[in-house]
């Protein structure tokens, strides 16, 4: 089933190249929407794609980032819109 879900992740994760390997993880797993760094040192992402494969991108944003570290991530889920062609990086 295909779901959306905003992310707002928290911790070390700016210039670290957080937003760079989210992109090449989403991209890979047929996710679109985007990776954002917030005015509060936050990375915001925005994914779209079918259930499981947001969920290994969580779980790889979780486990997976070399450089960063992330202490917090906040997950917010809704109904599928459709609204991305590809994967953007802000």
Same mark, same amino acid.
Request: aromatic residues 12%; proline residues 0%; charged residues 30%.
């Given at each position: ?8 992740? +928290? ?15 989403? +991209? ?9 760094? #917030? %005015? ?24 997976? #980032? ?13 109904? %599928? ?8 990086? %802000?």
């Amino acid at each position: 089933m295909k779901k959306t879900v905003h992310l707002r992740i +928290t911790g070390h994760v700016q210039g670290v190249g957080l937003r760079y390997s989210v992109y090449q993880k989403a +991209t890979s797993l047929g996710i679109t929407g985007y990776a954002e760094n #917030l %005015y509060d040192g936050s990375v915001e992402v925005v994914a779209e794609g079918d259930e499981e494969s947001i969920k290994e991108l969580i779980h790889f944003i979780k486990t997976g #980032l070399r450089w960063a570290r992330v202490d917090n991530v906040e997950e917010r889920w809704s109904e %599928y819109k459709g609204q991305y062609k590809d994967f953007r990086i %802000y």
